[in-house]
């Protein structure tokens, strides 16, 4: 590799995305340097069936450290799925390790879409089960003989929960010292994961240091977060999927608010530290106008993950549909009879909604529209006539058939 090259490839995986190295920046950049083949691993604990859009964050950074030779461990985290990492309210509902091996089946082959799981270097699939589950009780006695109640309390959704008078629960504390665990079984020479991790991953380096007497660097990447400090992620429930379609990526994506485009740029796309700058900078002309720079953004994100032509697609749709003020193309078909109809019953039964309660509060907020005509009281009845078209909210529409 030209010197050049690998000094860029060197400073953007230091940097894009960075928000800590430990034990510093000048240790990583000296081993990265140095030559020496690393092993580095990130962990996903599979509680839901899909990754989403904030793990786009790390698997771009394992893809920095395999382009530039090094190992990298793609790591499920099937036990510790079965406890999930604590939540700071309340504790999560325990997950069985058929519900979690069945969540997790899909996910070699989303994140193929970043990494190379086969050719020169290939990324190795581990799942967590292969140490873990053997671990005998006396095992685990000598495993926690390396922590103190101290150190654990000192992870502050711990804190919040004892404060807040929630239960805090035995279990719970076994979870950062199985992740800590994670990294004397595979080895490693470093970890990655989000800043939300830092605890858990700097209680594995205080557990490299001492059971391999070794040296473990932790870099924690930013988390893809909206104004008020929700994460995009599976627990806030506000998480675009890698299950999502073009379309339904595109119409998020453009509903984030503005300030957050610099940083969707940063964290979830190939763009270089120079082009990000120059991102934000066109963010503060208004010359600019934002949501065409949030457009070019949904387009990189949805032809990184699917392709040019579906992000052309997805946008044309989304143009056709709030530019132009136009219906989809494509719209569920819902076949009704030709009489009149209670419209929430309508909208429950055809599960365009979860349930009656959330088809009556859209209606009462001014979100339901049949034929473009606003329907605000949800008591009187409706008799839509042959394709009509029910919109729901900003992005739901149906064509109400009578068959």
């Known amino acids: 590799m030209n010197p050049k090259n690998q000094a860029n490839q060197i400073k953007e995986l230091l940097e894009k995305g ?46 920095q450290f395999q382009d530039l030779g090094h190992r990298v461990i793609f790591l499920i985290g099937d036990y510790t799925a079965m406890i999930g990492d ?4 309340i504790v999560r509902k325990q997950l069985t390790y058929e519900q979690v091996i069945k969540n997790c089946k899909n996910y070699q082959a989303q994140a193929s879409k970043i990494l190379n799981f086969s050719g020169k270097n290939p990324v190795q699939l581990k799942y967590n089960s292969e140490w873990l589950s053997k671990l005998t009780f006396k095992d685990t006695l000598e495993l926690l003989t390396n922590f103190t109640v101290q150190r654990i309390l000192e992870r502050d959704l711990f804190e919040q929960r004892i404060k807040s008078g929630n239960p805090l629960y035995l279990h719970e504390f076994m979870y950062p010292v199985m992740q800590a665990y994670d990294s004397v079984a595979m080895n490693v020479d ?20 001492k059971m391999k007497n070794k040296e473990k660097f932790v870099l924690t990447i930013k988390l893809l977060e909206d104004p008020s400090g929700k994460k995009m992620g599976k627990t806030e429930g506000n998480m675009i999927t890698l299950n999502d379609s073009p379309k339904n990526m595109f119409g998020k994506i453009m509903s984030w608010p503005d300030t957050m485009i610099a940083l969707g740029f940063e964290l979830c796309t190939n763009y270089s530290l120079d082009k990000i700058e120059e991102i934000k900078k066109k963010l503060q002309d208004t010359k600019h106008n934002p ?80 034929n473009d005509k606003k329907i605000t009281d ?14 729901i909210g900003k992005r739901k529409f149906a064509r109400l058939i009578i068959k």
């Open 190 to 209: 470093g970890e990655i994961g989000g800043n939300d991790q830092t605890f858990n991953m700097l209680a594995g380096r205080d557990l490299m240091a």
């Open 378 to 391: 949800w008591k009187k009845k409706v008799k839509p006539a042959d394709n009509t078209v029910l919109k």
């Open 291 to 370: 949501r065409d720079l949030k457009a070019k953004l949904a387009k990189e994100i949805i032809t990184f993950y699917h392709s040019k032509a579906e992000a052309d697609k997805a946008e044309q749709e989304f143009n056709r549909i709030f530019r132009d003020k136009d219906t989809p193309t494509n719209m569920e078909k819902v076949f009704i009879m030709n009489i009149e109809y209670d419209l929430p019953e309508l909208m429950a039964s055809a599960q365009l909604v979860p349930s009656k309660s959330e088809a009556k509060r859209l209606i009462e907020q001014g979100g339901v529209t049949l």
């Open 18 to 63: 960075v928000e800590s190295i430990y034990p510093d920046k000048s240790y990583l950049e000296k081993l990265l340097a140095s030559g020496k083949k690393l092993t580095v691993y990130q962990g996903f604990d599979p509680t839901a069936d899909t990754l989403h859009i904030g793990n786009f964050v790390g698997l771009i950074k394992l893809k």
């Open 86 to 89: 604590p939540d700071k309210r």
